[in-house]
């Protein structure tokens, strides 16, 4: 039985996981966790916009947003959703993604 796409994408991340623990300082490390973390944040403001079409997106953008950076000063409303071009380009493809990689 062959391996689907997902399978070698997922063995890939891990690989690369592994090699950035072991040989990358650690500004970079953060740099690449950073664009994994943005990829959920992605994820889920496309579920929750998918899920419920009815709510202010700025809202459920802002929701992803302080869901993923607990840390950071809570906001109420961002609209910067519009320049993620993902949205209109690739639908979903973020949350394919993270399905391969989980």
């Not at 063995?11 to 040989?23: T, Y």
């Not at 490390?29 to 700025?58: M, V």
């Not at 906001?75 to 519009?82: D, I, L, S, T």
């Amino acid at each position: 039985m062959s391996k689907n796409g997902y399978w070698y994408e997922k063995k890939a991340s891990r690989f690369k996981f592994q090699f950035e623990e072991k040989c990358l300082p650690e500004e970079i490390k953060n740099a690449s966790r950073g664009a994994i973390l943005n990829h959920f944040l992605i994820t889920f403001f496309e579920y929750g916009i998918y899920d419920n079409p009815d709510q202010d997106f700025d809202k459920a953008y802002t929701k992803a947003i302080n869901r993923c950076y607990p840390d950071r000063v809570s906001q109420e409303k961002n609209p910067f959703y519009v320049i993620e071009n993902g949205f209109i380009n690739r639908p979903c493809s973020m949350t394919t993604m993270l399905d391969a990689k989980l």
